[in-house]
């Protein structure tokens, strides 16, 4: 049976594609051996990839979404002009085998040149830029979170039992209370005097809670959790 060869057709003439990585990019103009070149990642190599893809001709590039080491390179090929296309890395592997970044470049121009590569989806400046803050402030409020359940664990294990005696140690009772504590204050009634009027408990019973083993260890770690 004879073979049939398959043609395919150029969609994007004037295309380059980009192998990511986090110490240098290799970028591909074409298949020969002369049109890949390595760059590297600092600000004046990747204003020199867009120079050299300007004197290639190429008004479009592909590149993998690796990690976040893409996105300088990506803001200044769109400042310099030229289109270009953000892929998932699942869409531009390459063969099985023994592979190199050369090799990898040259697959992804290849796979655009053929229009075989669709973008993922970026949202614009502004939304970006609110996502950043919002994801700083999830991780902020986790770190939070977290250091909390420490600072309850180190005030139990100095026989602190601050969590008996209010709804949240992080309240105005508590961080007052663990405020004097970590600058040295150990005497039950003085801490129980910055109970707060909306407290529940009483003076009495507050100091009852607040009578400390002395573990100069635990404090030291409170210490530091209370500054976190």
Known sequence: MQKKNVKMEVINSNAAGVDIGSRSHFVAVGQGTDDVREFGVYNEDLKAIATWLKENE?????MES????????????????LQVILCNGKFTKNIKGKKSDVQDCQWIQKLHTMGLLSGSFLPDEATEQLRTYCRHRGNLIDQAADTAQKMQKYLRLLNLRLDVVVNDVCGLTGLKIIDAICKGEINPEKLASFRNGNCKKSEEEIAKALQTNGRNDYLFTLKHEYQM
Request: cysteine-free; hydrophobic content about 50%; proline content about 0%.
């Open 58 to 62: 190429i008004d479009t590039v592909a």
């Open 66 to 81: 690796t990690g976040t080491y893409w996105q300088s390179l990506f803001a200044v090929l769109q400042a310099e002009g």
